[in-house]
C-alpha cells in the first residue's frame, strides 16, 4: 500500500488561497487519492479525491502530478473555519473499505 | 440526512467494566466502521462491516467487540480495557462498492479508561 508524507503544519492568511501539499511517490496506478479534514474534537470530513486528473468542487481543488506521485489540495479563499487538520490519503481500487492515512497537516488561517 | 450519530459523546470506565458504543446512520449506507484514534494521530481503522457481516478486523484485541443488529446501527463493546485504550474512538459509513465514495464520520466517543 502507498503511503504519504505531508508538512507538519502550515500558515495561511485569511482570504487567500491555501496550498497543501502531499507526496505519494509510490502510489500504484490504482491508488485513488483522498483529502479529508478533521477541525477539533470533530469526526473528519470529505473534501476531494481523484485518481489522474484534476478535480474541482465547492470545498477544494485538487491538482495531481502527471507522474502521480505528489497532489496538491487548494481552498482556493481560506476562512478561519478552515482552520483543521488535513490527511492525503490513497485508496485501493476494489478495496473500497480501507484508507491508508497520512499523518496529516495542521493548517492555521489566521486573521 | 448526512449524519452518523454516536453515543454517548464522552464515557468513563474502569477496567473490570463493561460498556457498549453505539453508532447509527439513515444513510442507506451498507459498510459500517469502527476506528481509534490517539491525539496528535490519524485514525486506526479497527473493523468494518459490510452488509450487516463482518468484512475486516485489523487484529484488535478481543476486548473489543463489533456487533451490527441491523444496516443502521454499529455497537462496540468494551470489556476489560487498558488504560491505554483511552482515545478518541470512531464510527463512520459508506456506501459499499462502486467505484468512488466518501466515508461519513461521526462526532466520535472521547473514552477515558481509569
Known amino acids: 500500500d502507498a503511503k504519504t508524507t505531508q508538512p507538519t503544519s502550515m500558515d495561511c492568511a485569511e482570504g487567500r488561497a491555501a496550498n497543501l501539499p502531499c507526496n505519494h511517490s509510490t502510489i500504484s496506478g490504482n491508488e485513488y487519492v483522498y483529502w479529508y479534514r478533521q477541525i477539533h474534537s470533530q469526526g473528519p470530513q470529505y473534501i476531494i479525491h481523484g485518481l489522474k486528473n484534476n478535480e474541482t468542487n465547492e470545498m477544494a481543488s485538487l491538482i495531481i502530478t502527471e507522474d502521480r506521485k505528489s497532489s496538491t489540495l487548494i481552498l482556493p479563499h481560506a476562512t478561519l473555519r478552515d482552520t483543521a487538520v488535513y490527511y492525503c490519503?490513497?485508496?485501493?481500487?476494489?478495496?473500497?473499505?480501507?484508507?491508508?492515512w497520512g499523518l496529516g497537516t495542521s493548517l492555521a488561517v489566521n486573521p | 440526512d448526512t449524519e452518523v450519530t454516536q453515543t454517548p459523546k464522552h464515557l468513563v470506565m474502569g477496567m473490570t467494566n463493561k460498556k457498549s458504543l453505539k453508532c447509527e446512520q439513515h444513510m442507506g449506507h451498507r459498510a459500517m466502521y469502527w476506528y481509534k484514534q490517539k491525539a496528535k494521530k490519524p485514525p486506526e481503522l479497527m473493523f468494518v462491516?459490510?452488509?450487516?457481516?463482518?468484512?475486516i478486523n485489523e487484529s484488535v484485541p478481543s476486548r473489543f467487540s463489533p456487533e451490527c443488529p441491523n444496516s443502521s446501527l454499529l455497537n462496540l463493546h468494551l470489556h476489560a480495557l487498558q488504560p491505554e485504550d483511552s482515545a478518541l474512538y470512531l464510527c463512520?459509513?459508506?456506501?459499499?462498492?462502486?467505484?468512488?465514495?466518501?466515508?461519513?464520520f461521526g462526532p466520535g466517543t472521547r473514552l477515558t479508561v481509569t
Open positions: 490519503i490513497v485508496r485501493v481500487v476494489g478495496n473500497n473499505r480501507k484508507l491508508i
Open positions: 463512520a459509513s459508506s456506501q459499499d462498492g462502486g467505484r468512488s465514495y466518501e466515508q461519513y
Open positions: 462491516y459490510s452488509y450487516e457481516k463482518l468484512s
